[in-house]
């Protein structure tokens, strides 16, 4: 039974060397070329089984019998989760490299990535990357393990302190993982290869390994199945035409097969009207007849159709029941959603599905996720929020921006965007947070008023019954309904009405200048000699704004603390 090419995905986070290691690889030097040194979009590269034996001389020294028919290599963004590339039953990756920094270590894209492998049981070696840049590394033999062996005694010990704690670190996910030549049993252990996408250090082992792991542990799932499947990584359009960027995972593919392609809806039908796939080693492709997996392709179908990013596709054969139940079975168990939440909307469905991961791992509630740009529907569906649970008035796009008929709506709404998943819910998290202490804040001071406020003497507009006087407010914000005390502590009354510009408010903030009414206050004979004046308040109110002091502001907790003094006064023993 014929075999096909393992797939490998390259990840890990951003400039620690992803694109710049498969460069080294497969020759080229793309890296340099890349718009701030960051892959702007997945890229696939066939590396046939001649080149792996070019390039990896270990597989004559130790006599190993090369089968399969090479790698699909799939460079992934630093900027978007590699779970874009994904099929029915988890990662689209029969394999993966973790690129890592020696001298970083694991960072917030690292733990993400380590994850999603984890979640999807995809098997994985880790590159240790610019290992030449350790102190005092130099290449004195072309064998990584002998190399290694024959530096000096301070490089090995300055190799060994970033080394142990990189090892910490990963176990600490949960993960063993040892130098590759100590491996022996690569299901239990994580197999770490030191390397250097500048040297070129390491590459030979790293292909080695993986062509071991494949042979030893794939050879099942790399059987060629007769369906053809694949997933659409991205739509392209151009003047005259459009076209589908593909990976065909399965089977055998040609020019005129009519596909089913996955939509939240029916499946869509559509013919391949011409077809183009990757040649080798280069990022060009050339026109063909049929393809095998696994390869990257271009579709051009015989008509137009909503096709969305990261769905999947299979070869349609008057089975359109059987593929629509499983279409629907992938999609739905990828999308579940809550009966409260925010809106989540991400570019292709593999992102958005490694989104909600990640959100559920920090106990974010969905309400709605889909594809595509954010839309009038998603804002005015978060706005319903409003009112039930505030803290769920949230739009969060990865990867996906909000339309204009949005934005115009988007009022009270908070719209999050990123391009960088770990990023996305770092905003999402800390904008909640501060939504909960806003609303909490406010409960606690619509029970409780807190606020200092400077006699305007100048402006006294009724004398008593009711006294209308001006007042600055120096901390807090003042109320109707607001008792208020003197410098002495003395209840002098209550507030009936504020004014601003002649005109009634329900409350001024720190900075106005206002009119204030209090009933039954005679200004000349009680407020004549006072400056300033306070929001009074009950031990039992106080207690409570002491034990949420961290929701007042640093001005309402001045406030506060000289609320207390006024109140020792009156010999209550109060203290912030």
Partial sequence: MAIRQPIVTVCGHVDHGKTSLLDKIRGSSVAAAEAGGITQKISFTLFPKENIKKGCNLLDKYNFALEIPGFLFIDTPGHAAFTNLRKRGGSLADLAILVIDINEGIKPQTAEVLQILKLNKTPFIIALNKVDSVSGWRKVSEDLKENMEKQALHTKQNFDEKFYTFQAALNSFGFNSDLFFNVTDFTKRICLVPCSAKTGEGIPEILMVLCGLSQRFLKEKLNLAEKAKGVILEIKKEKTSEYLETIL????????????????????????????????????????????????????????????????????????????????????????????????????LGSLEALLVLLRQENVQILKAGIGRISKSDVLQAKANLELNPINAVVLGFNAIPDEEALSLQGNVKVITNEVVYRLIEELKKWQDEKRKEIERRRLLGMTSVFKVEILHNFV??????????????????????????????????????????????????????????????????????????????????????????????????VLQEIAQVKRKEKVTWGV
């Fill in 249 to 348: 995972y399965d089977g055998v593919l040609k020019v005129g097969d009519e596909i089913a392609i996955a939509s939240f809806n029916d499946p869509i039908k559509v013919k391949v009207r011409n077809m183009e796939e990757i040649t080798p080693l280069s990022f060009s492709f050339k026109p063909v007849k049929e393809a095998t997996a696994a390869t990257g392709l271009r579709l051009q179908l015989t008509e137009k159709a909503d096709i969305l990013p990261g769905m999947p596709f299979q070869i349609f054969r008057n089975n359109l029941k059987e593929i629509e139940k499983e279409f629907k079975k992938e999609i739905t168990e990828s999308l579940k959603t809550d009966p409260e939440g925010i809106i989540v909307k991400a570019e292709s």
């Fill in 461 to 558: 507009f009724h004398n008593s019954k009711p006294a209308v006087f001006g007042v600055r407010i120096l901390g807090g914000k003042i109320k109707p309904e607001a008792e208020i005390i003197n410098s002495n502590g003395e209840n002098i009354g209550r507030i009936k009405n504020i004014q601003e510009e002649k005109s009634s408010i329900k409350e001024a903030g720190e900075g106005k200048e206002v009119a204030i009414s209090v009933p039954g206050l005679t200004f000349d004979r009680q407020l004549k000699s006072e400056q300033f004046l306070f929001s009074d308040m009950g031990e039992k109110q106080f207690k409570n704004l002491k034990e949420n002091k961290d929701l007042l502001s640093p001005q309402e907790l001045s």
